[in-house]
């Protein structure tokens, strides 16, 4: 019977410090985010080619992500080190722009390059990484 009492207490001083200490309270779950580089719609044969992306080329993402509602792109594409290209794009309803990056600029003009995308949001005053894809743009 003493054991009987002592495991009710038991439980019961147990729900109570579950209940009062926020310390063990539950924590809200992480978010999640990805980016996916995809051929836009009107390109979608290009995934056949083995080289896919190419210079010159346009390309978007898959985006998704449970830390914002107003996640944007940025793209940077580099030869030997230096930056040829770099752009922005915003993923969600009323951003300007049409979620599509051109493989290309006046300081790229020709051959290979590698890029990374970055899913990122603004926060606090300044752009937080949420994901990130890299990928070799074929000459």
């Known amino acids: 019977m003493k054991l009987r009492a002592t495991a009710v207490l038991a439980s019961i001083i147990g729900a109570f410090a579950l209940t009062a200490s926020p310390a063990l309270a539950a924590k809200p779950s992480a978010s999640t985010s990805s980016i996916e580089l995809v051929p836009p719609a009107a390109a979608l044969d290009a995934t056949a080619d083995t080289s896919w992306p190419r210079y010159g080329d346009e390309i978007t993402f898959e ?10 792109v940025n793209l940077e594409c580099y030869q030997g080190g230096a930056l040829v290209a770099q752009g922005w794009e915003g993923f969600f309803d009323g951003a300007l722009g049409n979620r599509i990056f051109g493989l290309a600029s ?3 003009t020709g051959g290979e390059a590698d890029c990374t995308a970055w899913l990122k949001m603004y926060v606090q005053r300044r752009w937080k ?6 990928f070799h743009v074929a000459e």
């Open 106 to 108: 006046p300081s790229w």
């Open 129 to 134: 990484a949420l994901a990130s894809t890299s």
């Open 63 to 72: 985006v998704k992500t449970t830390a914002t509602e107003s996640p944007f």
